[in-house]
């Protein structure tokens, strides 16, 4: 007799193989607490998610309007916080419209999914954050991928496109705005003009830029933030310390856009609206998120770059030069795990990215600046992240 206690023995065997399989190749994810760590691995860049504000924003939507949100946002899950949130995200971007999702992986999931289908080809950074390139096969819409920040290579895929016998007719592509393993900038400008000029969209996940770069928005500065032909995405996770997602829209078919998304976009409609409490959260931060917290954030991210540029074996491995997120190229899989490992015994938290997580296979430290950093102390924790390098790689 079949008991529901049994197992299925081919379902057991797999995942005992996958087991064994990442334990062989040093693979084993684990989900790291922050505890009390020098901190340069959260994404909390400026610091908000323990503001008091932001606090008893969230406190405050919590004894008005409960824990959860009760239901979908199209089906009656729809809080006075998000539209005000939706207004203030809106504002502090330059766009006209928003559009509050449960995460900024279900935003870009969502956004990608609505606009997918048969007739559209979506060309993908190759170095896209992993809910892009989810959302694009997800979507059903053919797609392809181009050098990093290869404007030439992204030219190539549209021209294709363009002179193909059945060429798709609606194209779209995808960057970050500051990438989330390299820390490096797209050029954004560069790329809403290539894609202008092919009739293409163009979306921008600003996950690692929303809060996080002077103006506030990567788009913002660099004059697109009213652009209709640009989409955006961004998370709420990250600069501003709460939780959620956004996308967010500017030019005059905004509000088309915007009902199109409420209308179609999967995760937007069958997923649970935000948290009152993380909406509420949000929309504080937003409002701490100043030009002055920004600066002090920017001038830590440039004393990483100096302190461990000034190293003879890290000059030339330090790869960003945009954000919060510093980048060191380590030699091998093995020597960036054994780094992180001796750092977190010493009290420091680095993130660690490795292939498969890395599409160019190659190893890296992740160093994450923080605004709250005292400069002394981040110097004295970057001395001892060069120090661990060079004894790991001895
Ligand atoms: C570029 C990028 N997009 C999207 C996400 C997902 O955001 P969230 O954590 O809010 O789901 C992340 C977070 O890791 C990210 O780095």
């Known amino acids: 007799m079949t008991t529901l206690a049994t197992t299925n023995p081919a379902w057991e065997r797999w995942l005992s193989t996958r087991s064994t399989v990442r334990a062989a190749r040093d693979m084993q994810r684990v989900d790291t607490s922050r505890e009390t760590l020098f901190d340069l691995a959260s994404n909390d860049y400026l610091g908000l998610g323990s503001h008091p504000q932001v606090r008893h924003g969230a406190i405050n939507a919590v004894c008005s309007a409960g824990a959860g949100a009760g239901a979908s946002r199209v089906a009656g899950g729809t809080w006075q916080v998000h539209r005000e949130l939706e207004a203030a995200l809106a504002g502090y971007t330059g766009r006209s419209q928003a559009l509050v999702f449960s995460s900024g992986y279900t935003a870009n999931l969502g956004v990608l999914g609505a606009l997918g289908g048969p007739g559209s080809l979506m060309l993908l950074d190759a170095h896209a954050h992993a809910s892009l390139i989810d959302g694009a096969k997800l979507s059903g819409a053919a797609v392809q991928y181009f050098e990093h920040n290869n404007l030439d290579a992204l030219r190539t895929l549209l021209a294709a496109n363009a002179t193909s016998a059945a060429p ?227």
Not at 196 to 212: I, T
Not at 297 to 306: E, G, P
Request: with cysteine; aromatic share 2%; net charge neutral.
């Open 168 to 394: 798709k007719p609606r194209v779209l592509v995808a960057a970050e705005s500051i990438y989330s393993v390299l820390g490096d900038a797209a050029p954004l400008r560069e790329l809403a003009v290539l894609c202008a000029q092919f009739d293409a969209l163009l979306l921008v996940d600003e996950a690692h830029s929303l809060a996080a770069v002077p103006g506030g928005s990567a788009l913002k500065s660099a004059g697109l933030a009213q652009a209709g032909h640009v989409l955006a995405t961004a998370t709420l996770s990250k600069a501003l310390g709460s939780q959620g997602g956004a996308v967010l829209l500017g030019g005059a078919g905004a509000p088309l856009w915007r009902e199109h998304l409420l209308n179609t976009a999967r995760t937007f409609i069958f997923d649970t609206a935000l948290a009152p409490a993380t909406a509420a959260a949000a929309h504080a931060a937003l409002d701490l998120a100043t030009e002055a917290r920004i600066g002090q954030l920017a001038a830590n991210a440039q004393l990483i770059r100096t302190v461990l540029g000034a190293q003879d074996q890290l000059a030339s491995r330090i790869q960003a030069d945009a954000g919060a997120v510093q980048s060191v190229l380590m030699q091998s899989a093995q020597q960036a795990v054994q780094a992180a490992a001796e750092l977190r015994e010493q009290g420091i938290a680095v993130s660690c990215f490795r292939p498969p997580s890395v599409p160019d296979g190659i190893s890296r430290l992740r160093l994450t600046a923080h605004a709250g950093h005292e400069q002394d102390e981040l110097a004295s924790a970057l001395a001892a992240v060069a120090r661990t390098i060079r004894k790991v790689e001895a």
